[in-house]
């Protein structure tokens, strides 16, 4: 499939679409949803380091020597632990007669190293919040505060590793991205069936016109989604007008037939067993005038014909009918028509009365023919309805085939009949897209081919 | 021989009337499907030949029911609408033969021959009776081999003998088999034109079956 065919698929495009808009919805939500968590997460952070601090405060006394120690240690644990990841510090900040003592008091966590914290007087009940280096190089969350106790300036520290608060960020986007990630497929999986169901209907409305086309049915059968339905019913009624339209030429062919022959009937029989000029003009023309008539009916009928989609004509009951007829019409001649059997499926393409015009003038011009028997014969061949028409009677001159299929050339002008007979045969069956092939029969006489299109 | 004619278009009605009529026949015309079905389902004739085109009951229509009824007279068909599909539709409805518009007087003339000997049984178009031979073809009978001067009615009761050579056949049989509908009857005639025939041919060949009618002796 190349580009250009996938830009015009309907399927293509609403997967595209579709797929777009996922993606694009996970990655926001990914994103929003990441930012949310780690907000909480930082914020959870401070708080603990400010409950730390409210604890440092809270525990800071001065003893008998008026140097600061705690009431009571601290109890997290990892205060206790060397480079835990949580620290405490005192300073002693500078006053009236007293230097600024860095790390007045710490945690064991700190072991033997000092918080570097930026030189920073906080006003009295102010916390403030700085990011500073550790001790092992980590970065740190801090938050100060600044005491006096007894006059005695001092500044107390409380810091964490940044890394508790990344890590549990890091870790739920991993989880995060991961779950989106298994949505996303989800969705796009649910998409792909959405649009083939979606679209199948489309699927059974292109196979029920290939049988329209292929001449197995008439109309588009089946039901159809609510959308498609009034198409489906356009599309049928545009058929039956069509096939209306069709009658209705035929009808009026009749009619115009009917209304044309009469009189010419009675203008041949006024004439008829007179010996003048004017009784032979009259004659020769009205011969003339009703091979017109013959010929243009019978083209008009299957060009008619040929444009309507849907038909398919069953082989057998028209031989059989055909059959019954011609011995019927030639019962005093004691010929023996046979038809081979053939099987039920054999159909063809196209309208019912055409394939009888054609078959009736070939049985009828082989049984005209015919010593004693007409022989039937058909089959697909190729993809082709093929049906073979043999006689034995005299057959036809090989040079003289070709002008048997034109118009109105009669081999024997004894025989009585239309000389048309072939020739309106070979150009119903070229409307077709088929054709007559004209040959020695194997039973002495003529062997007439009618090749036709089939139908399933 | 008594054929009925049924077509709705008066000239050509009358053109076919007067050529059957001149072939020896008498006959009968019928300008509707209604009066067609009517005659043809209530008197006798040998052979029908029908229009399909008719106002009232189409043609075809009307073959169908008399072949329901069971009337198995030859009928030849006469059409405008040269198809197959109308040919088969008038065989399958009953129909012996078809022709097509316009056609020669002559060929139907030869149809509707071939039609009536084939429902007598005949494979030939010379009729023969011990030394008699009728022609259908140009109505010519001869007694070995010389030629019989017949008028059209004496014709047409030897005719119909000979079609039914063998069979007893009843005066009022002869009587509506020889005359249109509308001639004026009369079974007296009869034996005046068996009387006749009997003087033209060799004696014994016309049996009189007392209380029955008449038959042709010596068939073959």
Known sequence: MTLATLRGSLRFRLLLGTLFWIAATILVAGWGLGNMFRQHVELQFHAELKTHLDQLTAQLTLDGQGQPTLVMPLS??????P???????????????????????????LWDQVLRVPADTPASGEVHQHRITGPQGEMLGM??????????????????????MIEPVARFNKELWLALGV????????????????????????????????????????????????????????LARNAEVVERARTQAGNLAHALKTPLSVLANAAGGKDDALARLVTAHVEMARRQVDYHLAR???????????????????????????????????????????????????DAQDLQEMLGNLLDNASKWASRRVEIDAGIEQDRLVIRVDDDGKGIAAEQREAMLRRGVRADQQVPGSGLGLAIVDDLARMYGGQVVLANSPLGGLRATLILPAAQ | MRILVVEDEPTLAAQLAEG???????????????????????????????????????????????????RTMPVLILTARD?????????????????????????????????????????????????????????????????????????????????????VVSRSDLVEHIYAQDFDRDSNTVEVFIGRLRKKLPPGLIETVRGMGYRLANPQ
């Open chain 1, 300 to 350: 008009a009928q299957a060009a008619a014909a040929v444009r309507l989609p849907g038909a398919r004509t069953p082989l057998e009951p028209v031989v059989d009918g055909l059959v019954r007829t011609m011995r019927r019409i030639h019962a005093g001649r004691n010929l023996e028509l046979v038809a081979q059997p053939m099987p039920a499926s054999l159909a063809f393409r196209g």
């Open chain 1, 76 to 81: 997290d644990p990892r205060l206790n632990k």
């Open chain 2, 83 to 167: 198809n197959w599909h109308e040919k088969v539709a008038g065989i399958d409805a009953g129909a012996d033969d078809y022709l097509t518009k316009p056609f020669h007087m002559e060929e139907l003339l030869a149809r509707l021959r071939a039609l009536i000997r084939r429902a007598g049984g005949h494979a030939s178009a010379e009729l023969v009776c011990g030394p008699v031979t009728l022609d259908t073809r140009n109505n010519r009978v001869t007694v070995e081999g010389r030629a019989l001067t017949l008028t059209s009615h004496e014709y047409r009761v030897l005719a119909y003998l000979m079609h039914h050579a063998g069979e």
């Open chain 1, 143 to 164: 938050a100060e505060r600044s005491v006096r106790i007894d006059a005695l300036p001092l500044r107390l520290i409380v810091a964490a590793d940044e890394g508790l």
């Open chain 2, 20 to 70: 059957v009529r001149e072939a020896g026949y008498a006959v009968d015309v019928a300008h509707n499907g209604l009066d067609a079905h009517f005659m043809g389902d209530t008197e006798p004739f040998d052979a029908v030949v029908l229009d399909l085109g008719l106002p009232q009951m189409d043609g075809i229509t009307v073959l169908k029911k008399w072949r329901a009824a069971g």
């Open chain 1, 183 to 238: 949505l996303g497929l989800g969705l796009a999986l649910a998409a792909l069936v959405q649009v083939f169901v979606g679209l199948a209907p489309l699927r059974k409305l292109r196979a029920a016109l290939g049988r329209v086309h292929r001449g197995e049915a008439q109309r588009m059968e089946g039901t159809f989604p609510a959308e498609i339905m009034p198409l489906v019913e356009e599309f049928n009624t545009v």
């Open chain 1, 83 to 109: 480079f835990a990841g949580l620290y405490w510090q005192i300073d002693g900040l500078a006053s009236p007669g007293l230097p600024a003592i860095p790390a007045l008091m710490r945690s064991r966590s």
